[in-house]
């Protein structure tokens, strides 16, 4: 049986139960217990990550919701503008501010997700490598983060473009959690186990259509 190794935020999180159990007799999953967060700490941890499995055959990975986040600025002690330029989206009715800049910025991310898959080559040379466009959100109803789904966009046209450049297969998985009405939502970025287990499905079905499995 060949060796998946799942990569990702609380998103794969979320789906990475439902495809081992999907490929149950199929395929060995693996996945860190670990939040891969942003692409920077995907890069930091990938080594001590990959030491835990045997061989990888198969890298499904994304990074994206938390390097387009903006942070809160608020209980600051003031507005936030002391520490730099913020920004109160105009669809968000709660009394938030965010930083302007994202966590990882857009030509910071670009390089990121360049090191990160030069990094999974390094470490995992035998394995197939796909990508995993970031799933979208409901922005309006963001918190203490700030998402903005022409960001997101933003950013997956970023790691399509990556990805073409080392020749790596994307999967338009946020493309197809936009068709997952608000019923397999948990909140406004997370999905429900409903919501989770069609993730999974697409991913295993994704998988097949590429005669990877």
Known sequence: MKNLLLLG???????????????NGR???????????FAQYTLRELQRWV?????????????????????????????????????????????????EEAVTPPDIYEYMLNRV????????PEAEVIFATTTPVIEEEATNIYRSNAEVDLYNDIARKVMQKHGIAVNELGDFARTLSKEYRQDWVHYNAEGNKLLAEEIVDFLENSKLL
């Open 9 to 23: 935020d609380s998103i794969r999180v979320g789906y990475c139960g439902f495809v081992k159990e999907i490929l």
């Open 51 to 99: 030491a835990d499995y045997p061989e990888i055959d198969i890298v499904h990975w994304n990074n994206g919701l938390w390097d387009s986040a903006h942070l809160s600025v608020s209980g600051c002690g003031d507005d936030g503008e002391a520490a730099g330029v913020t920004m109160k989206p105009a669809n968000v009715t709660a009394d938030y501010r965010y930083d």
């Open 117 to 124: 898959a030069v990094r999974i080559r390094q470490l995992c």
């Open 27 to 37: 395929a060995n999953v693996f996945f860190p217990e670990d939040n891969c967060r």
